[in-house]
C-alpha cells in the first residue's frame, strides 16, 4: 500500500544517495535508509533498485506472512528491500540471522523513523550494515545535478565563476519547500493543503505510533513554537514555558520529532575536541516549508515581511548542506559557532581536518560589512580552508583574501551541459 496525502502527480528525478548505495552495496550486506514520510524513500528504491525484491511493512497481509514465517522473503529472493521496516522491529532479528548464514545476501533496509536511534535495531545490525539518511529534494538534485562539484571544489579553494543566470522567487521556493511532490507543483494553494495533509495525516498519525501523545492539541501547538525558532539555539525550558506543556512532555514531544526525522539539532563548535556537545544546540526543521507553514505564514507578502525570514532562509541552506555533506566519505559534521559575546557563524563543516566556515545572508548585494563574524572565526580558526557569504543574489565575487560570496543555489550546483536551472 502505498502513501497518497495529494493528487498531483509526480516524475522521478534520479537522487544522489543512490548513486552512494550503488558504490557500497556491494561491501555491505545491508543498507539501512531512514528519512521523513514523503522524501521519496519508496520512489527511489523502486526506480533505482529494480533488481530488489520489493516488500513494504505499509502491507498487512506482508506483515502477516512475515510474522508467521519471518525467513520466508529471504529464502526466496538475494536481493531485497525491506520498506518502513520500523513497523516490524522483529524482522531485524530475522535480517541478522539470514545475513550472517548467507554472505550473498543484499538487503536494503527503509523507514520513517530515525533507526539510528532506535537503540535496539542499531543493536541487532551492529557491524552489518551501513546507514544513509534520504532527505528531502535540494535545488541542484530538482536540475539534474548529481555530483554538486562546486562544494567539492571549495575544500580545494577552487571557485568556479561560469554559472548560469537564472531569476527566481527564494520566498516562493521556500514556501513550497523541498519535498519532492512541491517541488513539482505549479499552484502553491496545492502546496499549502498538502503540508496541512501531511501534518495531519502522516506527522500525528506516525508519532502516535511511535509513542503516546498526550494532546494533540498541545503537540501542534509545540510544533509551532518550534518552527518559529527554526535556525535559533533550542532552549527546551523557553519551549516549555511558551506552550504549557510539562517539560518532561516538552523534552518526549522534540525527541519524537527528531526520530521522525523532522527537525534536527546542530552543535556549537569548539577547538576542544571534549566540548562539541553544547547544552543549547541549533534546531532545524528538515524543511523549510513545514516549519513556514507551521508558523502560519500561507503566501509570499507575509513570508517576506516576517521577522522569522533570515531563519527560514538559513534552514532550507541546512537542507543543502546536510544533504552536500553526506556525500563526502566520511560525510562532513554540521556545526554551528557562538562566542559568549554574541559573535556567530552560522554553519561550521568539519571533514577530517579541513574547516569551512559559511554565513547566510538574505541579501542581494553582499558587501564586507556582511563577514565581519566570518573574520571572527577565520582568526580564531586560521586552518579554516575558505569563508563563504551565501546570498539571495547573482553575483560571486572575494569580499577577503579567504572569503567569496556566492549565490545560495550555487554551492549545489555543478556542471551539466550548461543548461540554465529550472525556474519554480
Not at 82 to 111: H, T
Not at 286 to 294: E, G, K, N, R, W
Request: aromatic share 10%; glycine share 4%; charged share 25%.
Amino acid at each position: 500500500m502505498k502513501d497518497n496525502i495529494s493528487s498531483h502527480k509526480t516524475k522521478y528525478i534520479k537522487r544522489r544517495l543512490a548513486k552512494i548505495i550503488r558504490e557500497v552495496i556491494d561491501k555491505f550486506p545491508v543498507i539501512v535508509i531512514s528519512g521523513a514520510r514523503q522524501v521519496g524513500k519508496s520512489t527511489m528504491l523502486e526506480n533505482e533498485f529494480s533488481d530488489f525484491a520489493y516488500y513494504t511493512m505499509d502491507d498487512f497481509d506482508t506483515i502477516d506472512m512475515i510474522k508467521n514465517d519471518p525467513l520466508f522473503i529471504f529464502k526466496q529472493h538475494e536481493h531485497i528491500i525491506i520498506d518502513e521496516a520500523q513497523k516490524l522491529p522483529d524482522i531485524f532479528n530475522a535480517i541478522k540471522l539470514v545475513v550472517d548464514r548467507n554472505k550473498d545476501k543484499r538487503i536494503i533496509i527503509s523507514g520513517s523513523s530515525n533507526i539510528l536511534l532506535m537503540k535496539n535495531i542499531t543493536e541487532s545490525l551492529a557491524g552489518r550494515a551501513l546507514y544513509f539518511e534520504l532527505l528531502p529534494m535540494t535545488y541542484g538534485e530538482f536540475n539534474g545535478i548529481i555530483v554538486p562539484q562546486n562544494f567539492l571544489n571549495l575544500w580545494e579553494k577552487k571557485i568556479t565563476t561560469d554559472i548560469p543566470k537564472q531569476d527566481i522567487s527564494i520566498a516562493q521556493l521556500m514556501l513550497k519547500g523541498f519535498m519532492p511532490p512541491n517541488l513539482m507543483a505549479d499552484d502553491l494553494n496545492d502546496v499549502i493543503l498538502w503540508l496541512d495533509g501531511y501534518v495531519k495525516t502522516y506527522l500525528e498519525r506516525d508519532l502516535r505510533q511511535l509513542s503516546q501523545i498526550d494532546s494533540i492539541i498541545d503537540f501542534r501547538k509545540l510544533m509551532q513554537v518550534l518552527a518559529l525558532r527554526t535556525g535559533n539555539i533550542l532552549r527546551q525550558s523557553d519551549v516549555s514555558k511558551d506552550t504549557g506543556i510539562s517539560a518532561s512532555t516538552t523534552y518526549r514531544y522534540v525527541k519524537l520529532l527528531e526520530v521522525s526525522n523532522i527537525i534536527e539539532r546542530v552543535p556549537g563548535f569548539y577547538s576542544s575536541r571534549g566540548k562539541r556537545i553544547v547544552k543549547s544546540p541549533k534546531i532545524y526543521f528538515i524543511d523549510p516549508a513545514l516549519s513556514i507553514f507551521l508558523s502560519g505564514y500561507f503566501d509570499e507578502k507575509s513570508l517576506l515581511k516576517a521577522k522569522e525570514l533570515g531563519g527560514y532562509f538559513e534552514t532550507m541552506m541546512f537542507l543543502h548542506f546536510k544533504s552536500l555533506c553526506g556525500i563526502l566519505k566520511p560525510p562532513a559534521k554540521i556545526y554551528y559557532w557562538r562566542t559568549v559575546s554574541g559573535k556567530e557563524v552560522d554553519f561550521v563543516i568539519e571533514h577530517g581536518r579541513k574547516l569551512l566556515a559559511i554565513e547566510v545572508k538574505m541579501t542581494k548585494n553582499p558587501a564586507v560589512k556582511d563577514i565581519k563574524n566570518l573574520l571572527c572565526f577565520l582568526d580564531e580558526y586560521p586552518e579554516t580552508t575558505l569563508g563563504i557569504l551565501l546570498h539571495a543574489g547573482e553575483e560571486i565575487k572575494w569580499l577577503h583574501s579567504k572569503v567569496v560570496a556566492v549565490p545560495w543555489w550555487w554551492i549545489d550546483w555543478g556542471c551539466k551541459k550548461r543548461q540554465k536551472p529550472k525556474n519554480r
